[in-house]
């Protein structure tokens, strides 16, 4: 490494995107995972699809108890 950088051309913020999407991985209990796994194999769908339908259920089931 160098002792010391230049800076001075440098544009503050030149990467930055106010609108990015982040995707954040979400790690599964391995019984939670191979539930999800069969459920997706049933429907032929992809695992991220399942997971989103039983926390879409969930948030549901909550609102109601509101």
Known sequence: MREEYDFSKAVRGKLYRADAKLNIPIYLDD???AFVRAIAEKRNTDYS?????LLRGDMKLLESMK
């Open 31 to 33: 019984e939670v995972q």
């Open 49 to 53: 699809s399942v997971v989103n339908q």
